[in-house]
């Protein structure tokens, strides 16, 4: 409830490198700019930064989070489905 930006994120040293390594990233070997940019991608844009690095632990990093393109905190996704 804290965190409210990606920013802030980054910053929170602890959570930023369980988090990374949660997902089998090293966070030695990738940069606090690239992993913003992983945030504030949208999976679901097949030409988003995210999908275009080919790599799905970053993928499912950015799909594990609520950040908007600008860095905020998006409204949360819902599954929507139609009856019938």
Do not use: C, H, M
Not at 23 to 43: F, H, Q, R
């Amino acid at each position: 409830d804290k965190i409210t930006s990606v920013r802030q994120f980054v910053r929170n040293t602890t959570l930023y490198e369980y988090a990374l390594t949660a997902y089998g990233i090293d966070p030695d070997s990738v940069s606090a700019a690239t992993i913003t940019k992983v945030l504030e991608s949208d999976v679901s844009d097949p030409t988003s930064y995210v999908n275009r690095l080919g790599d799905e632990r970053f993928k499912a990093l950015s799909s594990a989070f609520n950040f908007a393109a600008d860095g905020s905190v998006a409204t949360r996704r819902l599954v929507q489905w139609r009856k019938g």
